[in-house]
């Protein structure tokens, strides 16, 4: 009997909801024997689960605070609680290969197994998470730019989740990353009949930071009549009170609902005509940005609005995939609602039909595969 490779995948997320490392498990469950440590229960495909807390006591967060002000990074690191369990939890096993998920366990990774047996998936561009905040960037980032400088370019391969952010990374850090794009598995859908009027959708979260406002009052002053339904995960939180409270004050073509859990989210969308993503460039992370909910509306077999973010203008323009706005007022996002009619909606979601395979996370995941068995190819040192 063949003897599987031992594969670590670490993320300091609770795994066994997370979209991103519950692909990275199907990808490889076959060929290796797969060991998961992050928060919450065991995930499925896995032989083994090292369970860490996500609670943080208050005088180690001030401690690490303080370290970090006085850019002892090593000492912030070494304390943080994720990063004591995990290295516990961890010792004296054996891997042939490390799939480290976020900038934060690259150095988790580095200490359980030899750098060439490490592959990273950095996701977003930890550079421009928050940089709108001057605090922020006075305080963690230089924190962010000691991980990426000291552990992550160690690493023996990189991927992140677009073009533009791996280009930065090149750029700044000389890093060598792949992309893996946070595509959606492929569905067999097809294009429902488009309505009239347009029946839009925008699925995801409730933060200030992507100005879910202005695509509420864009829709809702659109001429053409079309309506706008939310599924907002931050039920609860004030910024989601005040979506909800804005929603009755533009009227009855503007409704937020509650969302959708994942497993049910694409047969939700695939109900609607376009999905819309107006993501305003207020940190570099999101002009940055190639979301989920991108790939999400592919599988749907929507038409696609979107503002003009890069990653998203190249895709949605290769495969004729909808509209572009001009830019990310609430005027900018009603005159694109505006352009689109029902003959061109047919044809975007046509088109969404066409290019849902090509942008399928079983297409798109070969950037993972082509890292990781490039590393167990080579064998132990």
Known sequence: MTVKPNMLILSFSRIESDARILKQIRLFADDFAITTCGYGARPEGTVAHVEVDSAEPRLVVLLRAAFIRLHLFALAYRITPAVRQAKRGLRKRDFDVVLANDLDTVGVALSVAPQNRVHVDLHEYWPGREDQNPAWVKVRLPYYLWQLRRKATRARSVTTVSSTIAARYAEEFDIE??????????RD???????????VVHSGASLASRRVE????????ARNGATLDLFLVGEGTPYHD????????????ITVLPPVPQEDLLDTLNRYDVGIHVLPP???????????KFFDYVQARLALLIGPTAS?????????????????TPAEISAAVEDLDLDKVRIFKANAEAAAERLSSEYQNVGWADAIYAITSTGKN
């Open 177 to 186: 990353a792949g992309v893996v794009t946070n595509a959606s598995p492929a």
């Open 282 to 292: 207020t940190n570099t992370n999101n002009a940055l940005a190639l979301p989920n």
């Open 312 to 328: 998203m203008v190249d895709l949605l323009q290769e495969h004729e995939l909808g509209v572009v706005t001009d830019g990310f």
């Open 242 to 253: 005040g979506l909800r409270a804005l929603a009755k004050e533009l009227g009855p073509r």
């Open 189 to 199: 859908f097809s294009p429902t009949e488009v309505a009239e009027p347009l029946r």
């Open 214 to 221: 202005n695509i509420m009052r864009g829709v809702a002053q």
